[in-house]
T-cell receptor, first 112, second 119 residues
Framework: SQQGEEDPQALSIQEGENATMNCSYK?????LQWYRQNSGRGLVHLIL?????REKHSGRLRVTLDTSKKSSSLLITASRAADTASYFC????????????FGTGTRLQVTL | GAVVSQHPSWVICKSGTSVKIECRSL??????MFWYRQFPKQSLMLMAT?????????EQGVEKDKFLINHASLTLSTLTVTSAHPEDSSFYIC???????????????FGPGTRLTVL
């Protein structure tokens, strides 16, 4: 079953703008991960944030985690056309032997 | 990062035939491999978890007799879709995870996916 829901489902922005995607989940987690998927391709791991962390940065990516609200956000700053892809959050739920449960995804379109 | 390959990348078959998809970890030993399916514009749904040398654990609603999984070595897992039907057409993605307590212990490395079309 789907653990997470992401919003927005689709996001269209212009190059240079920031893109923010949100993910909500339902159960306690060990960590939350964000992945990127280009159309018809496999997944690329972007960043992992552990349940005891609140914020993490990696290049132009900033991830926050609020375990009290069971939510996370992914911010991509200074977006580029090459950032166009689908972005998924995935939770590693407590007690599930590290199986990942994926959110519904956000389709990001960055135009020139 | 670690590399996971899948073969074939796409396959078209007739209804009723069986199709085998391979998932290989190229530069690390994968104690656990996962199989997902993804319908167009939808998320990934976990089908099963396989551990090397033992039987796969299937998620609720996934027919184990239809989706046969074999994880015979630390670098290879196979998914066989038996007696495929058009509704089995989907994008199948595997991922692999190594063992140990390194900082990337929880990280899964994903294959590029296999697109199956059943006519």
């Amino acid at each position: 079953s789907q653990q997470g829901e992401e919003d927005p489902q689709a996001l269209s922005i212009q190059e240079g703008e920031n893109a923010t995607m949100n993910c909500s989940y339902k159960t306690s987690i060990n960590n939350l991960q964000w992945y990127r998927q280009n159309s018809g391709r496999g997944l690329v791991h972007l960043i992992l944030i552990r349940s005891n962390e609140r914020e993490k940065h990696s290049g132009r990516l900033r991830v926050t985690l609020d375990t009290s609200k069971k939510s996370s956000s992914l911010l991509i700053t200074a977006s580029r056309a090459a950032d166009t892809a689908s972005y998924f959050c995935a939770t590693d739920r407590t007690g599930t032997a590290s199986k990942l449960t994926f959110g519904t995804g956000t389709r990001l379109q960055v135009t020139l | 990062g670690a590399v996971v390959s899948q073969h074939p990348s796409w396959v078209i078959c007739k209804s009723g035939t069986s199709v085998k998809i391979e998932c290989r970890s190229l530069d690390f030993q994968a104690t656990t491999m996962f199989w997902y399916r993804q319908f167009p514009k939808q998320s990934l749904m976990l089908m099963a978890t396989s551990n090397e040398g033992s039987k796969a654990t299937y998620e609720q609603g996934v027919e184990k007799d239809k989706f046969l999984i074999n994880h015979a070595s630390l670098t290879l897992s196979t998914l066989t879709v038996t007696s495929a039907h058009p509704e089995d057409s989907s994008f199948y993605i595997c991922s692999a995870r190594g063992g140990g307590q390194s900082s990337s212990y929880n990280e899964q490395f994903f294959g590029p996916g296999t697109r199956l079309t059943v006519l």
